[in-house]
């Protein structure tokens, strides 16, 4: 069975930037507060009239020019997102028809922050087993319009972007995702969520007074939950393929916060200079952050064939997952 490969990647980001100085005058804050906590600077914010789908084409167009494909040779497009244009239907399906990808049958996968990693292990069994030749996975995000920019302990994490990864076969041994580890655990959802605008807590008067329809989150127990969930499925897909944390030459990582992947990176005894960061830049772009900090790395020459790397994330639901790939 052939494994599968990351022939292209590509990521985009909104052209206004938000920095903590300018959030300083938003909300009861200071730079030196949001720095401290959470690494973050800046973050991008899409334009009025910008939507999910728009960035996640952006992204997508960069991606397939590195890979030389062709929207229509295009089999599969799965997108992670929570911020889709719409309810209904998929922001895939709205990629799908922007791109001219005719041939592909699109839909979104919902894991939140974890949601191109899901994205990424959806699209690796189709390649596997030969039903589908080129697919595109992104991840994209405009949570920008889902905070609550009253509430200085979550408006300063989120930042607007989009990143994509075409994958193709090889039958190059050396090569390849190795394999992909998801969980999900329901029982922590109250968490981090937005409790209001669905069938629970239809939108409604009520609703929008109360911020229902915005991000709610422990920062506490999601950092807990977080260092453990991210270093224990990281240690289960080395072993699995035979790994030791040794052998990881760099670390592709939803990027949530600073103190998170510090923390993370100690438990497993690696290094951050192994660990590409641009959260500073961006901040929490949720599903976007992993393919965009990949791009970012492959772009700059960090990755080298053969070269093994290892990938996490987390998001709400709980939802996590890791996976180990050969460049």
């Excluded at 959030?23 to 507060?33: F, G, Q, R, Y």
């Excluded at 799908?96 to 699209?123: E, R």
């Excluded at 393929?241 to 592709?252: A, F, M, P, Q, S």
Aim: net charge neutral.
């Amino acid at each position: 069975m052939a494994r599968t490969q990351i022939i292209g990647t590509g990521s985009y980001a909104p052209e206004k930037v938000l920095t903590n100085a300018d959030l300083e005058k938003i909300v009861d804050t200071t730079d030196e507060w949001i720095t401290a906590r959470t690494g973050i600077r800046k973050r991008r914010v899409a334009a009025p009239g910008e939507a999910t789908s728009d960035m996640a084409v952006q992204a997508a167009r960069r991606a397939l020019e590195m890979a030389g494909v062709q929207p229509e040779e295009l089999g599969l497009i799965v997108v992670g997102t929570v911020t889709p244009d719409m309810p209904m239907p998929s922001c895939a399906a709205v990629v799908q028809a922007k791109l001219g990808a005719k041939n592909a049958f699109a839909f979104d996968v919902s894991a939140a922050c974890s949601g191109s990693l899901y994205a990424l292990n959806v699209a690796d069994q189709f390649i596997r087993t030969g039903q589908v030749k080129r697919a595109l996975v992104i991840g994209a995000e405009m949570l920008s319009r889902a905070v609550n920019w009253e509430d200085r302990n979550t408006c300063v994490l989120f930042g607007d972007a989009a990143g994509a990864m075409v994958l193709a076969p090889t039958e190059d041994a050396e090569r390849g995702l190795l394999s992909t580890h998801l969980y999900t655990d329901g029982s922590f959802a109250d968490i981090l969520c937005i409790p209001g605008g669905g069938t629970s807590k239809p939108t409604c008067e009520a609703v929008l007074k109360e911020k229902l329809h915005t991000l709610h989150m422990n920062g506490r127990e999601v950092f807990k939950f977080a260092v453990r969930a991210l270093a224990d499925s990281t240690h289960t897909a080395l072993k699995s393929n035979g790994l030791h944390v040794r052998d990881v030459d760099h670390v592709i990582s939803h990027q949530a916060n600073i103190r998170i992947l510090e923390a993370v990176l100690q438990r497993l005894e690696l290094p951050v200079e192994k660990c590409w960061l641009n959260l500073h830049e961006y901040g929490n772009t949720s599903s976007a952050s992993l393919p965009m900090t990949l791009d970012e790395a492959n772009r700059a020459g960090r990755l080298k064939q053969g070269d093994v790397v290892a990938m996490m994330a987390i998001g709400a639901g709980m939802t996590w997952g890791s996976a180990v790939m050969r460049w």
